[in-house]
């Protein structure tokens, strides 16, 4: 399973933007896209997660109601829907996805992920 990051760029706070995750490979196989993001010197911390069937999501309590993650079955991509953005959520954004049936509880966990794209940044501007 290969994942590969986009959209990311720069935007003025308060503004919007989407990055996306194409899955190319095994994608079936998956259960759980997660969107991760990190900042340097600190650690990589949970944004979102979606199941892949069902559609089912959860977020980290600084961007409930304010992103949304969702999934397109078939074009194999998963999407982050970024409002309202804050200088704060500047950082370097990684999806990831999960083969295990985790449940949601443990959806924030990295290690609970087998596999990451590259990274794409987004820089929010006050």
């Known amino acids: 399973v290969q994942l590969q990051a986009s959209g990311g760029g720069l935007v003025q706070a308060g503004g919007s933007l989407r990055v996306s995750c194409a899955a190319s490979?095994?994608?079936?196989?998956?259960?759980?896209a997660g969107w991760f993001r990190q900042v340097p010197g600190r650690q990589r911390e949970f944004v979102a997660a979606?199941?892949?069937?069902?559609?089912?999501?959860t977020y980290a309590n600084s961007v409930k109601g304010r992103f949304t993650i969702s999934r397109d079955n078939a074009k194999s991509t998963v999407y982050l829907q970024m409002n309202s953005l804050k200088p704060e959520d500047t950082a370097v954004y990684y999806c990831?996805?999960?083969?295990?049936?985790?449940?949601?509880?443990?959806?924030?966990?990295?290690?609970?992920?087998?596999?990451w794209g590259q990274g794409t940044e987004v820089t929010v501007s006050s």
């Open positions: 990831a996805a999960s083969r295990w049936n985790l449940i949601s509880s443990t959806w924030h966990i990295r290690t609970n992920y087998d596999y």
């Open positions: 490979g095994l994608f079936f196989n998956m259960n759980v």
């Open positions: 979606i199941t892949w069937s069902g559609g089912v999501t």
